[in-house]
């Protein structure tokens, strides 16, 4: 139990243009969900928090027009990756929380995002 | 402020050879403590939580919470533990801090 899928696993695309990644709860509903980015040999870092129905909570630093997340349902959030640029490639990823459980998060294999 | 605190960012043991990465938070009300693992090239997974008290391929790790300490342990090394490490909080909001891992290396 406790799957979360992303799409694309890896995608490259050119400067200026959009981006979208899927994160999908398979086997549990979603309550919140997470978006970290990840550079190489380094830590995780959050991005925003976002739970179903509402608006997403950014971190501080991070452009909330540029990031755009969408919790539309309890099993997908999207983010939106805007007007991308060679500096937002990253690996980044996602993660969930279910509806009952303790306080742990599963994890998402992560999406390669390369913009040239 | 910095809430989980993993003081090695590079740890090497031998194969067989006990092993202890070391976590440290800083968390005024009651924290649930975790240990999540990187193997290369895979997602990250949760290996433990303390509310669980399990052991889980081998490792264990106690709340300490006089040393607000998780420290995680396994008594005899192997290989197939090299990996990334990261300890992390869950706060009573909807808060999770991750420490900033420890890449753990066993040699054969």
């Known amino acids: 139990g406790a799957v979360v899928s992303q799409h694309p696993s890896w995608v490259i695309c050119k400067s200026g243009t959009s981006v979208k990644i899927e994160c999908r709860s398979l086997d549990f509903q979603a309550t919140t969900m997470f978006w970290y980015r990840q550079f190489p040999k380094q830590s995780l870092m959050l991005m925003a928090t976002s739970n179903e129905g509402s608006k997403a909570t950014y971190e501080q630093g991070v452009e909330k027009d540029k990031f755009l997340i969408n919790h539309a349902s309890l099993t997908l959030s999207t983010l939106t990756v805007t007007s991308a640029h060679p500096e937002d490639s990253s690996f980044y990823i996602c993660?969930?929380?279910?509806?009952?459980?303790?306080?742990?998060?599963?994890f998402g294999p992560g999406t390669r995002l390369t913009v040239t | 402020a910095q809430r989980v605190t993993q003081p090695e960012k590079l740890l090497s043991v031998f194969k067989g050879a006990p092993v202890e990465l070391k976590c440290n938070y800083s968390?005024?009300?009651?924290?649930?403590l975790f240990w999540y693992v990187q193997y290369s090239r895979q997602r990250l997974q949760l290996l433990l939580r303390?509310?669980s008290r399990e052991s889980i391929k081998g490792f264990t790790a106690d709340l300490n919470k006089g040393e607000t300490s998780f420290h995680l342990k396994k008594p005899f090394a192997q290989e197939e533990d090299s990996a990334m490490y990261y300890c992390a909080l869950g706060d009573t909001g909807n808060q999770f801090y991750f420490g900033t891992g420890t890449s753990l290396t066993v040699i054969p």
């Open positions: 968390y005024s009300g009651s924290p649930e």
């Open positions: 993660s969930a929380r279910g509806t009952s459980w303790t306080r742990e998060q599963y």
């Open positions: 303390h509310i």
